[in-house]
Structure formats: C-alpha cells, structure tokens
C-alpha cells in the first residue's frame, strides 16, 4: 500500500483544514488507518485512527472535541478535518496503515510522506 498525503498548509489559530490520505496499490479496506503528527524537535505522536468499517475511532486527548477522521473505502482515501487549530498543532502530519488498532507508531506497517500544517498565532 502507498500512501499519499495532501492537504497541508499555513492557517491562523481558530482555523480549519482538512488533510487527505489517498492509497494504491492496494485497497486498504482491511486495515486501520491513523494520522500522526511530528513537531520539529518532537517525537512522532498519534493523533487519531479509525477501523477499517470506519466506526470505531480514536483521539489523542489533545485534539479530541476539534479532529474528526473519517474515511472511504470505496475510494481509497481517509480524511482528518481540523477545527479550533492552535499553534502547538504546527507540525508535519502523516497517514500510516496498520493491521490492527494501536496508537503505536512502531505498528504501523504503511506510512505517507507527510504534510506541513502551519497553525501562526
């Protein structure tokens, strides 16, 4: 499976984006797929993940209330729509693959190249 992410960009705190992961290869409807985030000096951090049926998901307390992720099997793709963004959300944001459901990036078995959000203040 590749990944391909898209979607980044520079946006004022209080502002929105919407990131997407597009897959080939493969489908990737039997996997899990998550977004990370990476803060320059910073370890990579889970940020969300959803089931391959997309019903279950989960949040990184820090983003929970304003990060929804959402996906679509039918055309290959996984979304992460971010609201109410600060600047601690500035950071390089990665979709990555993974056979089961874990916040663990060491799990994860398929990852995109990643793109800059920029959050200024």
């Known amino acids: 499976v590749q990944l391909q992410a898209s979607g980044g960009g520079l946006v004022q705190a209080g502002g929105s984006l919407t990131l997407s992961c597009a897959a080939s290869g493969r489908s990737f409807s039997g996997y899990v797929t998550a977004w990370f985030r990476q803060a320059p000096g910073k370890e990579r951090e889970f940020v969300a993940n959803?089931?391959?049926?997309?019903?279950?998901?989960f949040y990184a307390d820090s983003v929970k209330g304003r990060f929804t992720i959402s996906r679509d099997n039918a055309k290959n793709t996984v979304s992460l729509q971010m609201n109410s963004l600060k600047p601690e959300d500035t950071a390089v944001y990665y979709c990555?693959?993974?056979?089961?459901?874990?916040?663990?990036?060491?799990?994860?078995?398929?990852w995109g190249q990643g793109t800059l959000v920029t959050v200024s203040s």
């Open positions: 990555a693959a993974a056979l089961r459901l874990t916040t663990q990036p060491g799990l994860y078995d398929y």
């Open positions: 959803i089931g391959w049926s997309g019903v279950g998901r």
